[in-house]
């Protein structure tokens, strides 16, 4: 059976990250209660006040129909190639939102990230965010570039996302990429993990309100627990190595718990990593425990690649 290791950081909480979860907790109501409309023109204004970081090379470009963003250091080498699968609960997000996490992926990892822009429900239920994540896999490989050489990370529903286009390239016996890397996954859109209620007080992003009209959008009448929508209900033997990154205090933690369970109990190689006081994708902030997360992402490709087994 493959190496699996399930571990729980407990360090002092930086007092940046405490300032800032308060203040989330002061504005994030506020945000969530707004028309979509709105939602996404604040997500994508975020985009535009944070600075790439310094030294790191953007390119857009496109990909077929779907607008796409390259980052990369310029000492940065051509390979491996992260495929980045931005958050918004299938309802918000852009290539404008998703600059922020992906410029500081590609900053802290030091390989080359490439970010693409999904259709968005309700415009675009289900199954078009698949699709469009399954065209541009398609493309990298098109390029020439080796499926031993991308490797999807993704946060919140991007992190779901990633696990369904895994699914589906299994299904059609297609080549899978060499990882997987879920930050805050969204895997179950039915809602039913305890954390949902448990960590509503403690979450200061996310409501299960906001969650369950995002997925009625997303799935547009279908249920809920079809794998490609909840990949945790998915046939998960067979995926390549898999990271999975949560924090204690978001309501999505069972998520990403029961996503380890599944992927382990199907013979997978996972890794789940819980960062205490951390709330839901706490790695787009500037805050010690983000710059630790992210740079723990290059640890795992570089191990990974270097033939290494015990993922940490």
Known sequence: MPYTK???DFCLTSLKSLLIKATLKTISPIIAN???????????FLGTIKKTPEGVISE???LGSIKAEWFYREEAPELPVIMYFHGGAYVTGSLLSSRVLASELAFE????VLSFEYRLAPEHPYPAALKDALDVYAHLLSSGIDPGDIVFAG???GGGLLVCTAL?????NKPLPSALICLSPWTDLELKGESIERNAKNDPLLTSEYLRSSAAMYAAGRSLQVPYISPVNG???????VLIHAGSDE?????????????????VNATLKIFEDMWHVWHVFDIPEAHEALSGIGDFIRQKRSGGIELT
Not at 34 to 44: C, F, G, I, M, P
Not at 109 to 112: P, W
Not at 168 to 172: P, R
Not at 235 to 241: A, H, I, V
């Open 34 to 44: 707004a028309k979509l409309e709105v939602q996404r023109s604040r997500q994508d």
């Open 6 to 8: 399930l571990t729980e």
């Open 60 to 62: 857009q470009t496109e």
């Open 168 to 172: 589906a390239l299994k299904d059609e």
């Open 155 to 157: 946060e919140s529903a």
């Open 251 to 267: 309501i999505l933690l069972d998520d990403a718990r029961r996503l380890y369970e599944e992927l382990t109990a199907c013979g």
């Open 235 to 241: 046939e998960l033997s067979g995926l390549p190595d």
């Open 109 to 112: 990892t030091d390989f080359r």
